[in-house]
């Protein structure tokens, strides 16, 4: 019998995909500014298989961080993103709290729709060549 060891299916990376291309539409390519002074990345720190336990934070990236982030006018804007039967974990709800404190804005979202949903909550000028379902 003989068998292939495959990577861990993380729900979550597809989701980013898909949200990655809807942002490179409605704003503009990641870590690049728009024309109305916006930019965006994510943070690829997912816990891959095989990884040594406490790497991640060795290289100060702490437990709970967020997906993605937003920037404009100089505020920052956290995106954490979730499956469909997804749930925030104590460390993204602690970093919740960090984030809300130091002034930055945080939603967390499910699908394009609810980062669309997001940006236009908080004013983040964006194209409006994909609409949100209403």
């Not at 404009?72 to 997804?86: T, V």
């Amino acid at each position: 019998m003989s068998f292939r060891l495959t990577a861990p299916v993380v729900p979550e990376h597809g989701i980013q995909r898909r949200i990655a291309s809807v942002l490179r539409i409605e704003i503009g390519a990641e870590a690049k500014i728009s024309e109305h002074g916006v930019t965006w990345f994510c943070i690829d720190h997912a816990n891959h298989h095989g990884e040594v336990p406490g790497i991640r934070v060795g290289r100060g990236i702490p437990p709970g961080i967020f997906d993605m982030l937003v920037l404009y006018q100089g505020r920052a804007f956290w995106i954490e993103l979730k499956s469909r039967n997804g749930t925030v974990s104590d460390p993204q709800r602690s970093m919740a709290a960090t984030l809300l404190l130091s002034g930055c804005r945080i939603g967390i979202a499910r699908d394009e729709d609810e980062v669309l949903s997001c940006l236009d909550e908080w004013q983040i000028p964006r194209k409006r060549r994909v609409r949100v379902a209403a």
